[in-house]
């Protein structure tokens, strides 16, 4: 089946210390996307791929890096310069054909990686 | 304060009822989409209604969209306890800077009692 893969589902991080999630998809979707969620609150976007090799800032990207270089894969590294790191993050892909083709950004969401800082 | 925001943040109803949630926004659109969350669960995409649409119909649910007061609703009916789960309007935004972006309000809790 088509989807895609966070992991771990769960992490723990210590203070200064920086963390990566995984995120990987086999739904050929050319665009990759990571969000925040915050208890009670809707999602923020931290980073955005169109491309392979390609990246943009999204609203809160201050803390958080990333990098593209295979279609498939759109890690997020959680950096010890972001202030308040705990939190649900969620990455998502579509087809990303075109800005505004018919389905082109229609999101396929993985099942989340809650990031917990001690 | 958000593009999208989804009115009211929570709500209970009975099993075969009918849920309807509310949604604004403030910047011209391309395109309205609904989600679903199940607690603790990624996002799964509901129904897309584009900006010259009024009304669309996906099985149980009716979403209709006015863009001159720039808002949509989402109609679940006949509700079951399987619909509880957080909804959130997303919006594919046209115009200003947040062109081309797809962003999400803060959503509304269903809780739909047996």
């Known amino acids: 089946d088509g989807g895609i893969t966070q992991s771990p589902k769960y992490l723990f991080r210590k203070e200064g210390q920086n963390v990566t999630l995984s995120c990987e998809q086999n739904?050929?979707?050319?665009?990759m996307y990571w969000y925040r969620q915050d208890p009670g609150q809707g999602l923020r976007l931290i980073y955005y791929?169109?491309?392979?090799?390609?990246?943009q800032k999204g609203d809160i990207a201050e803390g958080y890096s990333v990098s593209r270089e295979k279609k498939e894969s759109f890690p997020l590294t959680v950096t010890s310069a972001q202030k308040n790191p705990t939190a649900f993050y969620l990455c998502a892909s579509s087809r990303g054909q075109g800005l505004f083709s018919s389905g082109a950004n229609v999101l396929t969401f993985g099942a989340g990686s809650r990031l917990t800082v001690l | 304060s958000q593009q999208g925001e989804e009115d009211p943040q929570a709500l209970s109803i009975q099993e075969g009822e009918n849920a309807t949630m509310n949604c604004s926004y403030k910047?011209?659109?391309?395109?309205l989409q609904w989600y679903r969350q199940n607690s603790g669960r990624g996002l799964v995409h509901l129904i897309l209604?584009?900006?010259?649409?009024r009304e669309k119909h996906s099985g149980r649910l009716r979403v209709t969209l006015d863009t001159s007061k720039k808002s949509s609703s989402l109609l679940i009916t006949a509700s079951r306890a399987a619909d509880t789960a957080s909804y959130f309007c997303?919006?594919?935004?046209?115009?200003?800077?947040?062109?081309?972006?797809?962003?999400f309000g803060q959503g509304t809790i269903l809780t739909v009692h047996p």
């Open positions: 739904l050929n979707h050319d665009a």
């Open positions: 910047t011209s659109i391309n395109n």
């Open positions: 209604i584009r900006s010259n649409e």
């Open positions: 791929s169109q491309i392979v090799n390609d990246f």
């Open positions: 997303a919006t594919l935004n046209a115009g200003g800077t947040s062109y081309g972006k797809l962003t």
